[in-house]
């Protein structure tokens, strides 16, 4: 037996269920989508290029270029977007597709292009 | 062109002579090789010039039958006169000065899947390490009873890929009868651009109503839906006073209600009686289950599969599109072959511009790790159609797809223009589709 | 005597149940763009509604003004103008133009033009007023120095009387913090929006300026002084006035 075992907290009443939540948060979090297998940010930014630009650079002026864009910018964006909290033509159907860790590594790759 | 299996011999025989190395480059540098992509449309055109922002040590060839690509996303606006065929044309000076990629402006007329290579029509024998087939589509014209491609190109054209019966239907349409009937024929699914059809009849009747107002569309349909229906038709009854189908009144919003009287564009369901049964092109009329139609202009859109190459190549199945692994596209028929675009069998993804575009930065990606021997990552795709009810009435559909449990599946629930849009969404989706039409030519092939 | 007060009276009911800025039929986008006359802009502007700032936040939602414009009314890229801070009568003018159809000289004008149409002008005053009461731009980094920067500060605060040139404070204040009536605050502009604007000036793509004030200072502008006046502005902080 470690010395865990010995200690005062494994023999509380509430070290069962402890065990038991502790183990529940594991399998959870292995469960949801945002600890599923993830695309890299650069293969998620290359689905926004078409409108957004090769890379997120862009020449024209009426959808956003999303190179060099400050992380927390692109960040509130998507994150308001998905939650409907901004209006927008078709922004909300498509950042409905991505989890909040998959937005923080597209909002990286992002911001570390020149 | 020759039958399948003299294309394949072609290719055999021919490389059984030439008793070269099988492997293209013998891949010396860690990660390079050579990738040979035919066909120079969005996915093809896409998938080069993500190979070489992937890596751009890769030897990349990509082989075209012609100089200059025409754009088929956007071409029903030629009809309106809103754009001339030359506004179609896209150069690819811009993949071969910016990112290296060689191209081979030629006809493939030969491939040998076991020793990989592929023989073209100017006899030029190209030996890759990864092949990546993007072939487009190829209208089956002589699916429909009485029609042919002879009609096609000269009395009744489709101009589903655009050219010269582009311009034809442009010059019938503007040369139609005062009060003249244009019918259209849509097509069976599966099809390139779902809700294209039902745009070019949106603009068609537009142009209609300025140009000759007591002219009238008919859409003849062997379907009961399509994609963006719903938004469509609610455009066409604000826009053209067009009747909506009972079974689509009741999700309308509140203030939609049917004049009853006429309208100048009709839709012939399934359901109504719509399936052609066959084309009368002489006498230009449409045989259907609710009889004849008679048209001043017909444009047939044939049912579809996958482009001739694909055939040739081997890599159809009995449906006539091209099965392929659905994490990196890789053909199930022939190894290191990869399919891409509408001719690819893909699940929920529709055959579309934008479809291809994203399949071909994924299965660029898979090529460039497999040649550097690490496994392909996680997949993404995403699609965005714009479609124009009107040249100020902009509809979308938009998705995001994942791989789930190996097939393709659409992830971000909701798809359309919801019904109760606000007039300003509605008319920013127009000016987005124009900025798109730009900005996706760009991302494709510049 | 009579008759002429009468006349006087006339116009100036005519005025106001139609100021002179009249919206021309929007199916009409594509004629050519006017200027203003000056008495008729004075007037529209006399006549701006009092804003209802709670409206206006909400119209800046609705109408989708973020997306280009910035959550907070500072644009997240150099494309487009930031509107915090800025002059109401300013943004309310320049909505009217968009809607009157005098604007159409590039493919933000264009986009412009399709949001304003179905605005109402207590709209225009609402969103102006809230645009108004926001923050203005932080400022960019200096990026002017040496010999160009001494000749770009002379030009703000002297003008140059060879080229009769104005000083660019005279009508924008001494802080780039905006003036009298529509002259709008520069202050925290990004460099390529600002740039984009004297550039259309210069070209006489956009008329919509009273009196030609801005058309004939961008013409007598070089390429360069225009790029360093953009890094200029971009550079000050916007005072709340």
Redesign the interface.
């Known amino acids: 037996m470690g010395p865990l075992m010995k200690s005062p907290f494994t023999r509380s009443p509430l070290f069962k269920p402890l065990l038991l939540a502790a183990a529940i948060a594991v399998l959870t979090a292995w469960l949801t989508p945002a600890q599923a297998a993830q695309p890299t940010g650069a293969a998620m930014a290359h689905t926004c290029a078409g409108c957004h630009g090769t890379q997120g650079k862009l020449g024209r002026v009426e959808f956003v270029p999303l190179a060099g864009m400050a992380e927390t910018e692109f960040k509130r964006a998507m994150l308001d977007f998905r939650a409907g909290k901004r209006a927008s033509t078709l922004m909300g159907h498509v950042a409905n597709g991505f989890s909040d860790s998959e937005i923080d590594a597209m909002a990286r790759y992002f911001a570390s292009v020149k | 062109m020759l039958k399948r299996r003299e294309f394949l011999q072609a290719g055999a025989a021919l490389f059984c002579a030439a008793a070269l190395p099988a492997r293209a480059t013998g891949a010396t540098q860690a990660g390079a090789g050579h990738v040979v992509v035919i066909g120079g449309g969005v996915g093809g055109a896409t998938a080069a010039?993500?190979l070489k922002?992937a890596n751009p040590a890769l030897r990349v060839t990509l082989i075209e039958a012609n100089r200059t690509y025409i754009r088929p996303y956007g071409s029903s606006e030629v009809l309106t006169g809103h754009v001339g065929m030359d506004d179609l044309n896209v150069s690819y000076d811009a993949l071969r000065s910016r990112y290296g990629i060689e191209f081979l402006f030629d006809r493939v007329v030969g491939f040998d899947p076991a020793r990989r290579r592929v023989r073209t029509a100017g006899k030029r024998d190209i030996a890759y390490d990864k092949l990546i087939v993007s072939p487009g589509i190829s209208l089956q014209y002589q699916a429909i009873p009485g029609y042919s491609e002879a009609a096609a190109a000269s009395r009744a054209p489709s101009g589903w890929i655009p050219g010269p019966q582009t311009a034809l239907l442009a010059r019938q349409l503007q040369a139609m009868r005062p009060g003249g009937r244009f019918v259209i024929v849509a097509p069976p699914s599966p099809y390139r651009c779902p809700p294209g059809p039902y745009e070019r009849a949106a603009l068609v009747t537009e142009w209609l109503a300025r140009h000759n107002p007591t002219a009238k569309v008919i859409i003849v349909d062997p379907k009961d839906s399509f994609v963006t229906d719903a938004g469509m038709q609610l455009g066409w009854h604000r826009l053209y006073g067009y009747n909506i189908p009972a079974d689509y009144l009741k999700d309308m919003p509140a203030d939609v209600v049917n004049s009853g009287r006429p309208a100048p564009i009709e839709w012939l369901r399934a359901k109504d009686g719509g399936t052609p049964r066959g084309i009368d092109s002489a006498a230009l009329r449409v045989a259907t289950d609710a009889g004849w139609i008679k048209a001043d202009v017909l444009n047939v859109i044939p049912p579809m599969r996958a482009g001739k190459l694909a055939f040739d190549m081997g890599l159809t199945d009995a449906g006539g599109w091209c099965p392929v692994e659905r994490r990196t596209f890789e053909s199930t028929a022939h190894e290191h072959v990869f399919v891409i675009g509408d001719a690819s069998i893909a699940d929920a993804m529709p055959k579309s511009g934008?479809s291809a575009?994203?399949q071909a930065?994924?299965t660029a990606?898979a090529v460039v790790n497999q040649l550097a021997g690490r496994e392909p990552?996680?997949?993404?795709?995403?699609n965005?159609c714009y479609a124009l009810a009107g040249s100020?009435y902009?509809l979308?559909v938009?998705?995001?797809f994942?791989l789930k449990d190996g097939k393709i599946a659409q992830?971000?629930?909701?798809?359309y223009?919801p019904l109760d849009a606000?007039?300003?969404?509605i008319?920013?989706?127009?000016?987005?589709q124009q900025?798109?039409l730009?900005?996706?030519t760009?991302?494709c092939f510049a | 005597m009579r008759r002429v007060r009468l006349l006087v009276l006339g116009m100036l009911s005519l005025s106001l149940a139609a100021p002179g800025y009249a919206s021309r039929p929007a199916t009409d986008s594509a004629a050519t763009p006017r200027s203003p006359v000056a008495a008729e802009l004075r007037a529209t502007l006399a006549a701006q509604p009092r804003g209802d700032l709670q409206r206006g936040k909400a119209l800046h939602q609705s109408l989708m003004c973020a997306a280009c414009h910035g959550e907070t009314g500072v644009a997240p890229t150099g494309n487009w103008s930031s509107l915090a801070g800025q002059r109401a009568a300013y943004t309310y003018k320049s909505l009217l133009d968009y809607q009157r159809g005098d604007r159409h000289e590039d493919d933000r004008a264009n986009l412009m033009a399709v949001v304003v149409r179905d605005m109402t002008r207590q709209d225009m005053a609402d969103v102006a007023d809230y645009y108004a009461s926001l923050p203005p731009p932080p400022a960019a980094a200096p990026k002017l120095t040496g010999e160009t920067r001494r000749h770009i500060e002379q030009l703000v605060r002297r003008g140059d009387p060879a080229r009769l040139l104005t000083p660019c404070a005279s009508c924008h204040g001494a802080s780039g913090q905006g003036g009298n009536n529509e002259t709008p605050a520069l202050a925290g502009q990004s460099v390529g929006s600002l740039a984009q604007t004297l550039h259309d000036y210069r070209s006489g793509r956009r008329v919509t300026d009273a009196n030609q004030g801005m058309r004939q200072f961008a013409q007598r502008l070089t390429p360069d002084e225009i790029e360093a006046l953009a890094k200029y502005y971009a550079s000050l902080s916007g005072k709340r006035r």
Request: no cysteine.
């Open positions: 010039k993500y922002l934008f575009n994203t930065k994924v990606q990552g996680e997949p993404i795709w995403e965005t100020d902009g979308f938009a998705d995001v994942r992830i971000s629930g909701q798809r223009l606000s007039k300003t969404r008319r920013l989706a127009a000016r987005y900025a798109w730009k900005t996706f760009e991302d």
